[in-house]
């Protein structure tokens, strides 16, 4: 049987990576659903290669009006919403004395003020029994070299989802973490490392987990699935879907 038939689910920045092989499996279980990024272009490609009558609506999650129109336009369309995954997310390495003022505003922009107002303005259309997951990184409590902002960004999340889970337990709103290591999505090419660095960057993260690899977007969106369907009474918490790096 299908596991999220007759569900809504919004996935933000699920036109690629992570969020995208999850909106893809979401659809295969039967879910409407509704994917965002910021290039149409790359939206569309999603929309299609997703299909089962995904749509991808365009915009930035850290600007408040935007997560306005995507509730407006999905309150619209479909009523109400089964499944909130606040997933969008941006990186850049550098060490804390490189960072300038543009780098850690658009790492609290769009990866904490992004989610928390996200959460704010989908959380009304959620319906009761619904569910939250958030996307945070291992960075947020394992140290990291030049990971300083990004984890600063991402540590925020946990916070966010334990009070979340009590404001929310009238409506039996679960809201929980997803916490990826290393996988090997598009956010690798943006994190600064020069192509000819590439290859001893992926090989020292592939020897720093367990696995002996990266993790593959396919097994970040089984778990968001476990989160989403199945994990009935599991609430406020954190799930590490790392390959054991946090162990290392
Ligand atoms: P990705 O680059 O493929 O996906 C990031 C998505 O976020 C893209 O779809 C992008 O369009 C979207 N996005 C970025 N800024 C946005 C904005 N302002 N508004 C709307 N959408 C925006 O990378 P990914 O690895 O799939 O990342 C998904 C999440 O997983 C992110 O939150 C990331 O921080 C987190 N994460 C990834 C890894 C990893 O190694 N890949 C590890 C830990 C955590």
């Known amino acids: 049987m299908s596991l999220l038939q007759g569900k809504v689910a919004i996935i933000t920045g699920g036109n690629s990576g992570i969020g995208k092989a999850t909106a893809a499996l979401f659809a295969r279980e039967g879910a409407q659903v509704v ?3 910021r290039r149409q272009d790359v939206l569309d ?4 290669d997703i299909g089962n009558g995904s749509i991808g609506i ?10 306005k129109r995507l509730a407006d336009e999905v309150r619209d369309r479909f009523g109400a919403v089964d499944i909130y995954m606040a997933n969008a997310g941006v990186i850049n390495l550098s060490r804390s004395e490189e960072v300038t003022e543009e780098d850690y505003d658009k790492h609290f922009s769009i990866n904490t003020r992004g989610v928390f107002f996200g959460v704010q303005t989908i959380a ?12 945070s990184s291992l960075a947020a409590t394992k140290v990291l070299q030049q990971h300083t902002v990004y984890a600063g960004s991402k540590a925020a999340l946990a916070a966010f989802a334990r009070n979340w889970a009590l404001e929310f337990k009238d409506r039996r709103i679960r809201v929980n973490v997803l916490t990826p290591g290393p996988v090997e999505t598009e956010i690798l090419g943006k994190l600064g490392v020069s192509e000819a660095d ?3 960057f992926d090989s020292h993260m592939a020897n720093l987990i367990p696995a002996g690899r990266m993790g593959r977007p396919e097994e970040l969106a089984e778990a968001a699935l476990f989160l989403a369907a199945k994990g009935s009474f599991v609430n406020g918490t954190e799930l590490m879907v790392d390959g054991g790096m946090s162990l290392s």
């Open 35 to 37: 994917i965002t990024g």
């Open 124 to 135: 009304p259309l959620i319906r009761e029994g619904g569910t939250i997951i958030a996307t």
């Open 198 to 200: 590439r290859p001893a």
């Open 58 to 67: 365009c915009g930035d999650v850290g600007v408040l009006a935007f997560n």
């Open 45 to 48: 490609t999603a929309v299609r």
